[in-house]
C-alpha cells in the first residue's frame, strides 16, 4: 500500500505547513489587511472588490437561485403525483417549467461554479486577489440584476412559457405574443455577459498571478478545470448571445432570422443553441471533476494518482465537448451520415471520463481513507455518473433516441448527469471548504443525514423516470390520463423529490447551525496538501501575509529544502500591491497595483440594466441606454490623485 505525505499518527488538524510571514496581529500583518479590506457601512456594500466577499454573495445569490428552482420542481412534481390533475393549469405549468429550467441552468449551475472558483482559485495560486477586481464585481452584480429581472416578470405574470430551451417558431412573435420570451432572451444575455467577464477574470488571475514556482506542471487540478471550463466559455456563449438576440430581434424589430415564409431557417437556433447547450454540460460537469480531484487525495490521504493524464482528459474534454451539439438534434431532418460522426463523437467523449474514474480509483485504492461527508458525496458521484453515463451511451444511438426523445427517459438522463455530475461534488466541496469559508465545522452527523436523504431521495425521484420514459409518458405535459400505467411511478417520484428537498433542507440547517455553534476549524482542519490551507481560517483580507513560495503539486505536503525561501518579500503593504508571474514557469515578473474600492462596477451594472431592460419595449432604449454607461465607464477608468500618488511612490521604491 502506498504511503501518504502525513504520517497517520499525526492529528490531521495539526497537518500540513502554516507558510512563513508577518505573525497575525502584527503591525505588519494589521496594515496589510486594513489596506485590501472593503469600506464598511452601507454605502462601502456597493463598493466592495474583495475577491471573497464577492464570491461569498455570488455563492449565496445561487444557492438562494438553486432553492427558488427547487420549489418550482416541487410544484411540478405536486401537479404530476396524481393523474388529471388541476393544481396547476398548462399556462401556469408552462411558466413553472421553463423558470425551473431556466434557473437551473442559468442562474444557478454554472454561476455557483465560477462563484466557488472566484473565491478558492486565488487562494489555490497563491494570489491576494484575483485578476482585475472591479471586473468581478461587475460580473456579480449583472449576474444578479438579471436573475431578479427575470423573477419579478414571473411575478406579474410574464414569465417565459416556451420551455428553457425556447425553441422557434414556438418562441417566435407569432406563437408568443407579448413580452415573455422577450424577459427570456435578455436574461440570457445578462447571465452570459456575467460568465465571459467571469471567465477572463480566472483566466487571468491562474495564467499571471500564480505563486512564484507554481508551474502549470505544479497547478491543482480544480484550478486546471475552472481554466478549461473559463476557455470553453469564452467560445461557447457567444453562440447563445447571439442566438437570443437574433430571437429578439425577430420579436421586437421585424427581422427574420428564424422565419423560413423571409428565408429564415428554424432549424438555425437549434444550431446556435445546442453549439452552447451541450458544451454548458461539461461547464457544469467539468468543475465537479476539480471538487473531487481535491477533496479525493485529502481523504486518501496520498497526491493524486495520473496527474498529467488527468489534465490531459480535461482538455480532450473541452475539444469533444464541442463536437456533440447535434446529438440534440437527431428528431431532425440531418442527414443520416452527420448523424453518425455525432454519435460517434457522442461515445468517444467517455473515454477522458473513464480516464480520470480511473485515476480517482487508483487514488482511493492506494491510500488511505477517512470516510468523512465530503468524501461520502464523492462516492455517490461514481455511483449515479455511471448510471447518467450509461444512459448517455444509450441516447448517443439514433434509433433509440427517436424513441425515446420526447420523453422523460431524457429528462432522468439529464438529471442523473447534471446532479450526479455536478450538484453532489458541489455539496461535497460546500463541507469540505465550509471551515475554510467560515473558520468552523460543520455537523459530521447532520452531513451524514443530509447525505443518505439526498442519495436516496435523488434515485428514488428520477429512477422512475427511466421507466416513465420507457412506457411513453412524454415530457413537458403538465398532466395525464388515469390508466396509462404511470400513476406510480409518478408518485414514488414525488415522494423521492420530497424525500431529496429534506436532504438539502437538512445541510442548509447543518450551515446555518455550524457558522454560530460549530466547533473552531484552524488553518487545516483535513490536512490538506493545497495552499488555500496554508493561511487562517477564514483567511486575512490579504489572503497571504507574505506570498509564497512553491515547491510541489501539494504545497503543503512538499515544503522544499530547508534552507529554501518559503515566501516573497518586498511587496507594499499600504498598498494593492500584487506579484505577477510568468505564464507557463510562474517566475518573478513584475508588481502591479491593483484598483481600490468603487461604486463604479455597480452603477456600471445598473446601467447595463436599464438598457438591457428597456430595450424589451424599444428598440430606442440601445441608443440612449449607451449614454449612462458611457458614464459610468468613463469615471471607472477616471485616473484619481490618490491613485497616481501610490503608483509614483511605488515607482521610486527599489
Not at 443530509?450 to 428520477?462: E, I, K
Request: glycine share 8%; hydrophobic share 55%.
Amino acid at each position: 500500500m502506498s504511503r501518504g505525505p502525513l504520517d497517520e499518527q499525526q492529528p490531521v488538524a495539526d497537518a500540513g505547513r502554516v507558510l512563513d510571514g508577518p505573525p497575525p496581529g502584527s503591525a505588519a500583518a494589521e496594515l496589510l489587511d486594513e489596506t485590501w479590506q472593503d469600506p464598511p457601512g452601507f454605502l462601502g456594500w456597493f463598493c466592495a472588490v474583495n475577491h471573497k466577499t464577492i464570491a461569498k454573495r455570488f455563492i449565496v445569490t445561487t444557492l438562494v437561485f438553486f432553492a427558488l428552482g427547487g420549489l418550482l420542481a416541487a410544484f411540478m412534481r405536486l401537479q404530476l403525483a396524481r393523474p388529471e390533475s388541476h393544481w396547476m393549469g398548462p399556462d401556469l405549468y408552462n411558466q413553472v417549467f421553463t423558470m425551473h429550467g431556466t434557473t437551473m441552468m442559468f442562474l444557478f449551475a454554472v454561476p455557483v461554479m465560477q462563484a466557488v472558483a472566484s473565491y478558492l482559485v486565488p487562494l489555490m495560486v497563491g494570489a491576494r486577489s484575483v485578476a482585475f477586481p472591479r471586473m468581478n464585481a461587475y460580473a456579480y452584480w449583472i449576474f444578479v440584476m438579471g436573475g431578479v429581472m427575470l423573477y419579478l416578470a414571473f411575478l406579474g405574470n410574464s414569465g417565459p412559457d416556451a420551455g428553457w430551451f425556447a425553441y422557434v417558431p414556438l418562441a417566435g412573435p407569432d406563437y408568443s405574443p407579448g413580452k415573455r420570451t422577450d424577459f427570456w432572451a435578455q436574461m440570457i444575455t445578462f447571465t452570459e455577459l456575467s460568465a465571459l467577464v467571469e471567465a477572463i477574470v480566472l483566466i487571468t488571475t491562474i495564467f499571471k498571478l500564480r505563486a512564484p514556482g507554481m508551474t502549470l506542471n505544479r497547478l491543482p487540478l480544480f484550478a486546471w478545470a475552472m481554466l478549461v471550463v473559463s476557455f470553453m466559455i469564452l467560445f461557447a456563449m457567444p453562440a447563445v448571445m447571439l442566438a437570443s438576440t437574433a430571437l429578439i430581434m425577430d420579436r421586437l424589430v421585424g427581422t427574420h432570422f428564424y422565419n423560413p415564409a423571409e428565408g429564415g431557417d428554424v432549424l438555425l437556433w437549434q444550431h446556435l443553441f445546442w453549439f452552447f447547450g451541450h458544451p454548458e454540460v461539461y461547464l457544469i460537469f467539468i468543475p465537479g471533476l476539480g471538487f473531487l480531484s481535491a477533496i479525493i487525495p485529502t481523504f486518501a490521504r496520498r497526491p493524486i494518482y495520473g496527474y498529467s493524464a488527468m489534465v490531459l482528459s480535461l482538455i480532450a474534454t473541452a475539444f469533444l465537448a464541442f463536437g456533440l451539439w447535434v446529438h440534440h438534434m437527431f428528431a431532425t431532418n440531418i442527414p443520416e451520415l452527420g448523424k453518425s460522426f455525432f454519435t460517434a463523437a457522442s461515445m468517444l467523449i467517455a473515454i477522458p471520463s473513464a480516464v480520470q474514474i480511473y485515476c480517482w480509483l487508483a487514488t482511493l485504492w492506494t491510500g488511505r481513507l477517512h470516510f468523512k461527508v465530503p468524501l461520502l458525496y464523492v462516492l455517490a458521484f461514481f455511483f449515479i455518473l455511471i448510471l447518467g453515463g450509461m444512459t448517455g451511451l444509450m441516447l448517443a444511438s439514433v434509433p433509440l433516441d427517436l424513441q425515446v426523445h420526447d420523453t422523460y427517459f431524457v429528462v432522468a438522463h439529464l438529471h442523473y448527469v447534471l446532479l450526479g455530475g455536478a450538484v453532489f461534488p458541489l455539496f461535497g466541496a460546500f463541507y469540505y471548504w465550509y471551515p475554510k469559508i467560515m473558520g468552523r465545522m460543520m455537523s459530521e452527523a447532520l452531513g451524514r443525514a443530509s447525505f443518505w436523504l439526498m442519495f436516496l431521495g435523488f434515485n428514488l425521484a428520477f429512477f422512475p423516470m427511466h421507466l416513465l420514459g420507457l412506457e411513453g409518458m412524454p415530457r413537458r405535459v403538465y398532466t395525464y390520463q388515469a390508466g396509462m400505467g404511470w400513476d406510480d411511478l409518478n408518485l414514488a417520484s414525488t415522494v423521492g423529490a420530497v424525500t431529496l428537498a429534506l436532504g438539502v433542507f437538512l445541510s442548509l440547517v447543518n450551515a446555518v447551525r455550524s457558522a454560530r455553534a460549530g466547533e473552531p476549524a484552524g488553518p487545516n482542519p483535513w490536512g490538506a496538501g493545497t495552499l488555500e490551507w496554508a493561511m487562517a481560517s477564514p483567511p486575512p483580507w490579504s489572503n497571504f501575509h507574505a506570498v509564497p513560495v512553491v515547491y510541489g503539486r501539494d504545497p503543503l505536503w512538499q515544503p522544499g529544502p530547508a534552507e529554501a525561501p518559503t515566501h516573497v518579500s518586498g511587496l507594499a503593504a499600504d498598498a494593492r500591491e500584487v506579484l505577477v508571474t510568468t505564464v507557463v514557469d510562474a517566475q518573478l515578473g513584475q508588481r502591479a497595483l491593483f484598483p481600490n474600492p468603487s461604486p463604479w462596477p455597480f452603477l456600471a451594472a445598473l446601467a447595463t440594466t436599464l438598457l438591457f431592460v428597456g430595450s424589451i419595449f424599444t428598440p430606442w432604449a440601445v441608443v440612449w441606454g449607451s449614454v449612462p454607461i458611457a458614464i459610468a465607464l468613463i469615471a471607472w477608468f477616471w485616473p484619481r490623485r490618490r491613485d497616481a500618488a501610490e503608483e509614483l511612490a511605488l515607482e521610486q521604491r527599489p
